[in-house]
């Protein structure tokens, strides 16, 4: 029976080798696939970008756009599975048969998706035509300067009167050279019409003879051949003697030729200029008529980056020889600012009621809808179209609960009544179209409530955990998210943007109503569900889940299958948490701050796609080592919680960038040391992504050999991409090897060493005196040091905070005096018996903010002349015996603010009735401190800054 067995299987191998054949091809197939699917991914992602840069988009596109997102996450997730079970490390035969089946079923995933997409191949094909779409009806909204100027209703325009005496000035003054006057603000904040107003003025009207104005200008920067769209522009010429239009329009190209042959003086106007490609194509022209322009625009850096189409043409002379370079444009820069709250009142009584005071019934409810209009007058517009019609209330309810009521929605009412005058969608429509590149980070604002003050650093964290941002060549990420962030801040997108006094961008603030807009639009795209409201309806899918209010429980958890971000700004019972994680497996964000979370949630470890978990000011005391399963994890951030150990596991995170753990100390005690770090496994060498490692405490690490951490400061000699370090308890013996490891650390930009008390005098010196660190700029050193160690003195070190570290007093100000960047120094207590300072002539060159704090014996303060140029504040606290006015203080022009705290009586009657301080017009500000809170208590409120020092008046500067 055995030999009718045998031939039957010998039969079989052929048939069995075409299967293997077919399995193989099957599975070699994948390679073919990812490329496609990546392609796929990219197309789908180009067609979302073009359309979302549309301003009308219709039924169908929206339904197609929401089509599109859903294939695109699909791919994104076959993708994110396929290299997951590809990266598997182990071998064997068992483990090829896995991997052979993660590219067969990779590949069937891939076919079916693209099949799919092929049904709305035509879509896709449709992209291009959005750009001329996109072009033509860039202009719908847009409020011409023609009816600006045409406007002579003058007297209902208010707070612009200092705004436009300055501007006429500019104008009318005599110069050797043509002038270029950029008005910058927010969109909405009245730049047309003050231009308007400003070449309706009668001195401007007897120096220039015609203004220009270009129609569509805006569309012509948005074509692809933007110079031969703007000489063939439509402009109409207005002559100023006449208030009249000349009747006719010629193309820009015509104009220049026919003005510059008349030989008058006359004016360019350039109304809402987003891109510098106006003032390339126009450079030729610009040479040879040489108009002055008023140019009006969101875009605060437009002028610096259009200097060089502005300032010189070069000439040749020969054919050969070219000239020296010949200056064209005197450039003007002007900020229009919002409103103050008495003019926004008064704008839209004028508007509403042709007086300017309220009836007292609306007095209460006005001020709540003047605030919500972030001193915009074209909110305020807006507002009042609205308001209008709300004459005798809505149902018999009165006006004035009516105006209440609005008063916390305004930017959302104005959406849902569309504001037939169009005055709302043109504010929201017009700021995207230079935009369009970063919609993502833009729209991400939603995500916060209204009111919140966002952190910079940790904004772009978020952006490059979304992957909204990611390493271009050799361009890093996050060096790209600092330029995004700068992009938003000059288009003049927030209220309020807090700043370190080296010019760092801390804190921003987006004004109420925009945000409101931001808000409305990211749910109406589906981008994000932001829950305010716990009766809010939600979404068929979401995608991104923000929680602004309680959330006791998940009404359906379908809904949040394919979540990818959860970001908790309110409280959430533990068992809504628990049961929201659940139902979540491909969660790449979790933020979950400011709320009375006590545990850490387990079902977190289950999140096996998780960069970015943030439980900052929670009550979470313990990380559980199953932290090391989440191994895509880029960000850790628990500062301000009750973290004290990190676990062993947590080496196993080999993609981990931001280590943040360290929490600050609330005692008002002086001189205490106000950041404590965590335990930490002396391995933390092998988590070389490491960009970001902050607070390991020295004296609570846990080493196998080495009771004082050296073995630890070994192993930091490692994290070759450190950017960010943070050390406390340093003792005496450990500065050989912390020299050591720092002089390995070539990237380094932020140093934090703390040492620790009554443990002896930490020695720096040794650091090798051949490396140099070209990227250092913020410096901090706690603690016995005795000399100050010479390698900290970056050429680019900006700030540089010393405490406690009894230094001498002339040989460190005689080092520091020459950093050429340095703008912040802050002394607490950092000398030894200081009895005199002297800041010497030429020193400290580029210094804004300087800090004197616990200097008991400190007499006297020289300021030479032509040291300190550039400080705007001086900070004097606890000198107890400095009883006199710093020699020199009056002489510096650029200070602006003497903050003092715990100053003696002495002093405070010194500076109170010296006459030079009366007449430099610095302001004197009295400080009273108030200890920090370790830990929010209210989620609500906007985040603590804690402190550097335990004077707060060293926080965020504006």
Not at 341 to 363: E, G, I
Not at 425 to 446: E, G, K, N, P, Q
Not at 931 to 958: F, G, I, L
Request: charged share 25%.
């Amino acid at each position: 029976m055995a030999e009718a067995v045998v031939p039957s299987l010998l039969r079989l191998i052929p048939d069995l080798l075409k299967l293997l054949k077919e399995e193989w091809n099957h599975g070699s197939e994948a390679k073919t696939e990812l490329e496609c699917l990546e392609d796929l991914i990219g197309a789908i992602g180009h067609f979302l970008k073009k359309a979302n840069s549309k301003k009308d988009i219709d039924e169908d596109l929206k339904a197609s756009m929401k089509r599109m997102r859903k294939f695109l996450y699909d791919s994104e997730d076959a993708l994110d599975d396929f290299m997951k079970r590809k990266n598997c490390n182990l071998e064997g035969l068992g483990v090829y048969i896995y991997k052979h089946i993660n590219r067969r079923t990779f590949a069937s995933e891939a076919q079916s998706i693209r099949k799919i997409v092929e049904n709305y191949k035509t879509t896709l094909e449709t992209s291009n035509a959005l750009s001329a779409d996109h072009a033509k009806s860039s202009s719908a909204c847009h409020q011409s300067l023609f009816s600006a100027f045409s406007n002579e209703r003058d007297n209902e325009l208010v707070g612009i009167k200092t705004a436009r005496e300055q501007l006429v000035g500019w104008l009318t003054t005599d110069s050797p050279t043509r002038k270029v006057i950029f008005v910058h603000g927010a969109q909405g904040v009245g730049k047309t019409s003050l231009v308007g107003t400003v070449l309706r003025d009668e001195t401007v009207k007897r120096r220039f003879r015609y203004y220009v104005w270009i129609k569509d200008l805006r569309s012509c920067e948005l074509l692809d051949n933007k110079a031969a769209a703007l000489m063939k522009a439509n402009a109409e010429i207005w002559d100023l003697t006449k208030n009249d239009s000349l009747g006719f329009q010629l193309e820009l190209e015509e104009v220049f030729r026919r003005l510059w042959k008349k030989n008058v003086r006359w004016v360019l106007v350039l109304d809402d200029a987003g891109s510098t490609h106006v003032f390339e194509s126009l450079r030729s022209l610009l040479a040879q008529s040489c108009p002055t322009m008023l140019v009006t625009t969101q875009d605060s850096s437009l002028a610096s980056n259009s200097r060089t189409f502005l300032d010189s043409q070069m000439a040749q002379s020969d054919g050969a020889t070219l000239e020296p370079a010949k200056l064209l444009y005197e450039i003007h820069h002007f900020r229009h600012v919002f409103l103050s709250l008495d003019d926004s009142s008064t704008l839209l009584c004028r508007k509403m009621f042709q007086k300017d005071a309220f009836p007292d019934v609306l007095k209460d409810a006005s001020d709540g809808i003047v605030k919500q209009c972030g001193g915009l007058p074209l909110a305020i517009l807006a507002a009042s179209n609205l308001l209008s019609n709300i004459h005798g209330g809505v149902n018999g309810t009165p006006r004035s609960v009516v105006w209440k009521k609005l008063s916390g929605r305004l930017g959302e009412a104005l959406l849902l009544k569309r504001d037939k005058s169009g005055l709302i969608r043109r504010m929201i429509t017009l700021r995207m179209d230079h935009l369009h590149d970063v919609r993502a980070c833009l729209f991400y604002l939603s995500i916060f409530p209204i009111g919140h003050r966002i952190s910079c650093s940790t904004l772009m964290r978020l952006w490059m955990a979304e992957r909204f941002i990611e390493q271009k060549g050799t361009n890093p990420a996050p060096t790209i998210a600092e330029e995004t962030l700068k992009k938003l801040v000059d288009h003049n997108l927030f209220q309020e943007v807090m700043k370190t006094n080296y010019d760092r961008a801390k804190t921003c603030l987006i004004y109420n109503i925009l945000h409101q807009i931001i808000i409305s639009n990211s749910k109406e795209d589906e981008f994000a569900m932001i829950i305010a409201d716990p009766e809010e309806g939600w979404p068929e899918t979401v995608w991104r889940l923000s929680i602004h209010s309680k959330l006791d429980s998940i009404k359906d958890g379908t809904k949040v299958k394919r979540l990818r971000s959860l970001l908790v700004f309110g409280e959430v019972y533990p068992a809504s948490m628990e049961a929201l994680l659940k139902q979540v497996s491909r969660l790449n964000v979790l933020d979950i701050q400011g709320c009375s979370l006590e545990k850490f949630p387990n079902d977190i470890l289950h999140l096996r796609y998780l960069r970015y978990l943030r439980l900052r000011d929670t009550h979470v005391t313990a990380i559980p080592e199953g932290i090391g399963n989440l191994e895509h994890l880029e960000t850790l951030d628990l500062k301000n919680t009750g973290v004290t150990e990190l676990p062993e596991n947590i080496l196993k995170l080999k993609a981990l960038r931001h280590l943040l753990v360290y929490r600050s100390d609330p005692s008002p005690d002086p001189g205490c040391y106000p950041k404590y770090g965590v335990r930490a496994p002396s391995r933390l060498g092998d988590l070389t992504s490491l960009q970001k490692l902050c607070l390991i405490d020295l004296d609570k690490v846990r080493q196998s050999t080495d009771s004082h951490g050296k073995e630890l400061l070994i192993e930091l000699g490692k994290l070759e991409n450190l950017q960010r370090l943070g050390i406390s308890n340093l003792r005496r013996d450990h500065g050989e090897h912390l020299c050591s490891s720092i002089g390995k650390l070539q990237k380094l930009e932020t140093l934090h060493l703390i040492a620790g008390r009554n443990l002896g005098m930490l020695d720096l010196s040794t650091v090798d005196k051949t490396k140099a660190f070209p990227f250092l700029q913020r410096v901090h050193l706690t603690g016995y040091m005795g000399t100050l160690p010479t390698w900290i003195l970056s050429s680019s070190l900006a700030k540089l905070f010393i405490r406690g570290s009894r230094l001498n007093v002339e040989k460190t100000l005689q080092h520091i005096k020459g950093l050429p960047c340095l703008k912040h120094l802050d002394l607490q207590d950092a000398f030894l018996n200081a009895i005199e300072m002297k800041f010497e002539e030429g020193g400290f060159q580029q210094l804004c903010f300087l800090g004197l704090d616990i200097f008991p014996n400190l007499e006297s303060i020289t300021v030479a002349k032509k040291a300190l140029p550039t400080l705007e504040r001086l900070s004097l606290a606890q000198c107890r015996s400095l009883t006199t006015v710093p020699r020199g203080m009056t002489g510096l022009e650029q200070l602006k603010c003497l903050e003092l705290y715990k100053m003696p009586k002495a002093f405070m009657t010194a500076i109170r009735q010296d006459k030079a301080v009366q007449a430099h017009g610095m302001t004197v500000q009295e400080r009273e401190w108030k200890p920090p809170a370790a830990v929010r208590s209210n989620a609500t409120d906007p985040p603590t800054v804690q402190p550097e020092s335990y004077r707060p008046s060293r926080t965020s500067r504006k």
